[in-house]
């Protein structure tokens, strides 16, 4: 979903690898909605909400990104 300046991204982990750290999997999500962009825009992380554990071993979250300048 897209707001303005701003996507929010609802993201399930499903399965817990100890070989995969968090952050590698945080940088995979963002970096394929940098793909979206549009020439001179960059993301931001503005925000990360817990949401909570729908199924077992599933864990949601929401990711508020900022669309930014590019610097």
Known sequence: MSL???VIIEW???KHYNDVS????LEHVIKAQKEHLKEGE???IHQM???GEMK????TY???LNIVPEK
């Open 56 to 59: 077992k071993n599933e864990k």
């Open 49 to 51: 909400v817990y949401v």
């Open 12 to 14: 399930t982990i499903r």
């Open 22 to 25: 968090f952050a590698e999997r």
């Open 4 to 6: 303005q300046s701003q």
């Open 62 to 64: 929401l990711i508020i």
């Open 42 to 44: 960059a993301i931001q």
